[in-house]
């Protein structure tokens, strides 16, 4: 079946640090969404990414959707410790003719060390 | 968060007994998730619902059944509890005409004993 894969699981940073996680497809993708949820809360939308290659920034967030519509990341700059959290990728695939439903990644929960 | 509640937020209840968690929705979107969170495993689609009455199943539905009578509330049925739907459940909706964000309701933490 489709699988969406999220690497790495876990990821622990001294705060101030870089931080990667990546999401590959094992089919292409209408879009992919990104959400990050707090320890104990629920999944909050941080962003669509729709277009082949496409990149867009947030603040310290840089997100980007491969040129295959198949794998996408989400890299933080400078982590804070506010950026604590897991985050989550979340595959768009067309089930009928304007029907959709989302594959989640596995998350990567991101610890950050003050 | 899109006027999302979930019902019960917290429930216990033993093998075999049936369970239905409700989901309600304020703001009359289209599309409605019921999803279960595991560690290990992120968020895995049970079903969904693209409207009143039309549902359709997600990748582990096996256990679950679902209805939807009206829009604004989407109802998750286990018929007869096992331990391994120990879980915590989010239903979530989905926007459509923009962005297609999913908000998700703040979660039902179930344990089957």
């Known amino acids: 079946g489709q699988q969406v894969m999220q690497i790495p699981q876990y990821q622990h940073v001294q705060e101030g640090e870089d931080f990667t996680t990546y999401c590959n497809s094992s089919?292409?993708?209408?879009?992919i969404q990104w959400y990050k949820q707090r320890p104990g809360g629920h999944p909050v939308f941080l962003i669509q990414?729709?277009?082949?290659?496409e990149v867009k920034k947030q603040k310290r967030l840089t997100f980007q959707f491969g040129e295959a519509k198949k794998n996408s990341s989400l890299h933080i700059t400078a982590t804070q410790t506010t950026d604590v959290g897991t985050y989550f990728c979340?595959?768009?695939?067309?089930?009928?003719?304007?029907?959709?439903?989302?594959?989640f990644g596995t998350g990567t929960r991101l610890k950050v060390l003050a | 968060d899109a006027g999302i509640t979930q019902s019960p937020r917290h429930k216990v209840t033993e093998t075999g007994t049936p369970v239905t968690l409700r989901c309600h929705q304020t703001?009359?979107?289209?599309?409605m998730y019921w999803y279960r969170q595991d560690p290990g495993h992120g968020l895995r689609l049970i079903h969904y619902?693209?409207?009143?009455?039309?549902?359709d199943k997600g990748e582990v539905s096996d256990g679950y059944s679902v209805s939807r009578s009206k829009t604004e509330d989407f109802l998750l049925t286990l018929e007869s509890a096992t331990s391994s739907q120990t879980s915590v459940y989010f239903c979530?909706?989905?926007?459509?005409?923009?962005?297609?964000?999913?908000?998700f309701g703040p979660g039902t933490r179930l344990t089957v004993l």
């Open positions: 979530a909706i989905r926007e459509t005409g923009g962005t297609d964000t999913q908000y």
């Open positions: 089919t292409t993708l209408s879009n």
């Open positions: 990414l729709v277009k082949s290659g």
């Open positions: 979340a595959g768009s695939i067309r089930v009928t003719s304007g029907t959709y439903k989302y594959i």
């Open positions: 703001e009359n979107h289209r599309y």
């Open positions: 619902s693209y409207g009143v009455k039309d549902t």
